[in-house]
């Protein structure tokens, strides 16, 4: 990793207008508030931590931002003429997309539709889309560059929601990153009548008007997809799903099927049942012996138990 790192060569005070905002920048979004924060930091007690930025080896003099383009973009607006600047070499495309990441790191408030564009770059420019080796190489959590790459399936038409310059305008990442799983899940991608653009532009229409509150809905969705999948009720759920889509106000709960529903909590009874029956195989009587509480308890189960047999048994009879 010797041949990524950037050594610094001095600071020096440069001036604002020689300075330009680094291409391949992970950060585009500046909302106003943490900006104006910055501003009157700025304006009483100036710039203290340097900018890192390199000269253009075309352009003498003019110097291009690795970081601290927030405080030059600041810098400017309070009337600050000059900036001090942590001069380092001009790296290649590589060094410098890698160094944006490095600092991206540290940066928890980045947005993340950026970032991943600045991903889809290094992706391209080193043939690799492994995510351990992209998490290796960017100092990013493995987890991230995941939902990175799920947003870099969608069109330039969605990436561009996610990326309004107006912060209230701005459609959050995690809208996108929710909707992933049921847009490319393997049996909704069957049904004849589902497109992912008609079904993505479908579920923002919902969120606008109110027929979803809440991106974690999606999860519900692909639950009851699954569901409907292990009880071979596709060709109802394709239906339903449909409908849903199709009118912006239906709720998630128009997917549930009382059936499908009964499977899935009977699934989930015999994965308990068939854990409390080890337990109880393995359970050792004179250990227990006194422990008179566990003992009725289950005696009470298995009364229970014995009932709803017999219930079963008298409906199979008739």
């Not at 929601?161 to 996108?176: E, G, Q, V």
Request: hydrophobic share 40%; net charge positive; aromatic share 8%.
């Amino acid at each position: 990793m010797a041949d990524l790192v950037v050594k610094p060569i001095g600071v020096k005070q440069v001036s604002v207008t020689n300075l330009e905002a680094n291409p391949h920048n992970p950060r585009m979004l500046f909302d106003e508030s943490p900006m104006k924060t910055l501003r009157e930091s700025i304006s009483k007690v100036g710039i203290l931590v340097p900018l890192v930025v390199y000269e253009r080896k075309r352009r003498p003099g003019k110097y291009v931002i690795l970081d601290g383009q927030r405080r030059w973009m600041c810098a400017q607006k309070v009337g600050l003429s000059k900036v001090p600047v942590n001069i380092v070499p001009e790296p290649s495309t590589f060094q410098n997309i890698i160094t944006m990441f490095q600092i991206h790191k540290l940066r928890e408030d980045w947005e993340l539709m950026p970032t991943a564009l600045k991903l889809q770059i290094l992706i391209d420019e080193m043939k690799e889309s492994n995510e351990k080796k992209l998490a290796d190489l960017t100092g990013m959590d493995e987890a991230v560059i995941v939902r990175c790459k799920k947003l870099l399936s969608y069109s330039g038409k969605y990436q561009k929601m996610m990326l309004h310059p107006n912060s209230d305008d701005r459609w959050p990442a995690d809208f996108f990153i929710e909707l992933y799983a049921v847009r490319n899940d393997r049996v909704v991608n069957k049904f004849d009548w589902f497109k992912k653009g008609p079904f993505t532009d479908a579920m923002i229409e919902k969120r606008i008007v109110g027929g979803m509150k809440a991106v974690t809905e999606f999860r519900k969705i692909k639950q009851h997809i699954s569901n409907a999948h292990k009880a071979g009720k596709v060709n109802l759920l394709s239906k339903r799903l449909m409908e849903f889509a199709s009118d912006p106000e239906l709720k998630v709960e128009h997917l549930e099927i009382e059936s499908v529903g009964v499977a899935a909590q009977a699934r989930e009874m015999t994965k308990s049942v068939a854990k409390l029956q080890q337990q109880v195989s393995e359970l050792d009587t004179e250990q227990f012996y006194g422990e008179d509480e566990l003992w009725q308890s289950l005696d009470a189960l298995a009364s229970a138990i014995r009932q709803k047999l017999r219930g079963i048994s008298w409906r199979t009879k008739k």
